[in-house]
């Protein structure tokens, strides 16, 4: 006999209205900010790898 085992997880999630971001240029600003410190970490982890740095 074989037992299974089984993991059930909620995709995703909601946040209360309080915390819910309305303003567009806000939601630019944030995801901008977001994407430029990814890229910033991107940069220097090539450059680590390429040994430059």
Known sequence: M???VQFRTEVGFSLPADYKIEDRE???????????C??????????????LI
Do not use: K, P, S
């Not at 806000?26 to 430029?36: C, D, E, I, K, N």
């Not at 990814?38 to 040994?51: E, R, S």
């Open 26 to 36: 806000t939601t630019f600003r944030v995801m901008l900010a977001v994407f430029g």
């Open 38 to 51: 990814c890229f910033a970490a991107g940069v220097v982890l090539g450059l680590q790898i390429a040994g």
């Open 2 to 4: 074989r037992d299974e």
